[in-house]
């Protein structure tokens, strides 16, 4: 009896087996790259510029259904490498480890970049000082008693931010002192708002795109100009400062692809690195990896409307 008992355990595990295998089947097979459903895990530092590629999407192609799940970035590489996320979009590459974990496990990932992207410090509006050099910040995150900074403040500990300015830090953790850390960009928006002397570390994305209950908090603070570690002047983080390469805090964006089939995120990364994608970049106010054209019409004769 307990023979056969495990005789039909086995046997209903290896169905239920079967039909996950079947279920996973015949999810790539209704999927395409314009229909189906997917999941994708975005870096909530980005998330406003990547809404708004999901609305454009979703009414050009309407039997494709994108479900955003924002995440820190230590979140998002995390279920990317254990793969709960096959699709991501993120401020960063994936590293020469990360990309040896994949080859192991036999999984091609397709990285795409889309545009340019860019950290920028945010003071109160009653802050008439709106310059700031790169190298007092990274005193500050050094320990520098002298930084002559007051406090900075993050959106999150495991954040693409954090991460950025500690590699450019050259530093493993961030001071513990005069450091205040929040979930979200818009919550350090707003504590800069009503703090002065604060400094606050927000991905531009969402002072170019507020949410409408942030329109107000926006108005006020002041973006700060930057000087890099190299000298020269000032520069904010505008298309033109980072088209031409003088704001130092620029960062590229990147959707990356595992799911391992011809699906919906591969004509997601379409769209976005396409000329649709790429002209919803420049509105945004962040730069496109390539400049949408643009055709221009030449008569050789202006006609007169009739009177």
């Given amino acids: 009896m307990f023979k056969y008992g495990k005789i039909v355990g086995l046997v209903v595990f290896v169905f239920l087996f079967a039909m996950c295998n079947q279920k996973s ?3 790539a097979e209704n999927e395409t790259i314009l229909k189906g459903s997917i999941d994708i895990t ?4 980005i998330k406003p510029i990547v809404e708004d590629m999901v609305a454009v999407f979703e009414g050009t192609y309407y039997d494709a259904k994108i479900s955003l799940k924002p995440k820190s970035e230590a979140e998002l590489i995390n279920d990317l490498l254990n793969q709960k996320a096959k699709v991501v979009v993120t401020t960063r590459d994936l590293t020469q480890e990360e990309k040896t974990r994949f080859e192991k496990s036999k999984i091609n990932p397709r990285v795409t970049p889309f545009a340019s ?12 000082d709106t310059l700031i050099a790169l190298k007092t910040v990274i005193d500050f995150l050094q320990g520098k008693s002298d930084s002559g900074i007051k406090g900075l403040v993050f959106d999150n500990p495991n954040s693409s931010t954090v991460r950025y300015m500690k590699e450019l830090a050259k530093v493993k953790d961030i001071p513990s002192k005069n450091v205040f850390s929040f979930k979200t960009n818009d919550e350090v928006i707003k504590f800069v708002s009503e703090n002065d002397g604060m400094i606050g570390v927000v991905g531009v994305n969402w002072l170019y795109q507020p949410s409408p209950n942030m329109i107000d908090i926006v108005k006020k603070i ?8 190299n000298g020269g002047g000032y520069y904010s983080p505008t298309q033109n400062d980072l088209g031409e390469k003088k704001y130092p805090l620029a960062r590229d964006l990147f959707i990356i692809n595992c799911q391992g089939y011809t699906g919906l995120g ?7 690195s396409g000329d649709i994608g790429q002209r919803i970049v420049l509105k945004s106010g962040l730069l496109p990896v390539r400049t949408p054209g643009r055709n221009l019409k030449i008569r050789s004769q202006i006609i007169k409307d009739k009177e």
Avoid: C
Wanted: proline share 0%.
């Fill in 25 to 27: 089947k015949n999810e």
């Fill in 42 to 45: 975005v870096d909530e530092t």
């Fill in 117 to 128: 992207d860019a950290i920028a410090f945010v003071t109160n509006k009653s802050n008439n």
């Fill in 222 to 229: 002041n973006v700060m100009s930057v000087k890099g570690l």
């Fill in 266 to 272: 591969m004509g997601f990364a379409s769209f976005i």
